[in-house]
């Protein structure tokens, strides 16, 4: 069964520092998002993306992220200047067509921690 | 009030009882809904869509009540292997809210 691929499995950054945490989207999926989730938090929605562009985004989702789909098949996550609080796993999900009636496929996640 | 509510639990269950969630939500415009399960340090992953009707796979059933704003998941016959938190998932305009889970302990 296709999956969704996320790397790194766990990034370990400095306060300050820029990351950029990739995944590798089903192939035949148009929709995809970023979630984030806190250690012992809920699962929290940062941003969708469709047709090469932003279709909705969070308030968690402010100036110092961004997101790129820079060839047909990875779709990236940059947080420019990391924060302590940036620390949780960050899930990257995609699905069919509208996530009207199509679930989303989640990645494994990446381990975010900043020291 | 939030946007999706469940009451976090944990339900500590025994093997082969019953057990029920809900989860409420508070926009009415919401549009589809999910129930996911999530291992403890995994990702979530798709239990069952909810649908008006009310839809069975197995040893679980979900039903939806727009006109209350929730929705239910029941389940049957538990296992060991249901110890797991369960999310309750609503889409609306394209953006999916997660709630914080309902946590669920099977004790053999």
């Known amino acids: 069964e296709p999956e969704v691929t996320q790397t790194p499995s766990h990034q370990v950054t400095q306060m300050g520092q820029e990351v950029i945490l990739r995944c590798v989207p089903i192939?035949?999926?148009?929709?995809f998002y970023w979630y984030r989730q806190i250690l012992g938090q809920k699962v929290e929605f940062l941003v969708s993306f469709y047709n090469n562009e932003i279709s909705e985004k969070s308030e968690i989702f402010d100036d110092q992220f961004s997101v790129e789909r820079p060839d047909g098949s990875n779709f990236t996550l940059k947080i420019r200047s990391t924060k302590l609080e940036d620390s949780a796993m960050y899930f990257c999900?995609?699905?069919?067509?509208?996530?009207?009636?199509?679930?989303?496929?989640f990645g494994n996640g990446t381990r975010l921690t900043v020291t | 009030r939030k946007e999706v509510e469940q009451d976090p639990g944990p339900f500590n269950v025994p093997e082969g009882a019953t057990v029920a969630f809900n989860c409420t939500y508070s926009?009415?415009?919401?549009?589809?809904f999910f129930w996911y399960r999530q291992d403890c340090r995994k990702e979530p992953k798709l239990l069952m869509s909810?649908?008006?009707s009310g839809n069975e796979d197995g040893r679980f059933t979900a039903q939806l009540n727009r006109a209350s704003q929730y929705i239910s998941l029941l389940i049957r016959d538990s296992k060991l292997s249901d110890s797991a938190t369960y999310l309750c998932v609503v889409n609306r305009d394209d953006k999916i809210i997660f709630g914080k889970g309902t946590r669920l302990h099977i004790l053999p």
């Open positions: 192939s035949n999926h148009l929709y």
């Open positions: 909810v649908y008006s």
């Open positions: 999900a995609s699905t069919t067509g509208s996530s009207y009636n199509s679930p989303l496929h």
């Open positions: 926009n009415s415009a919401s549009q589809s």
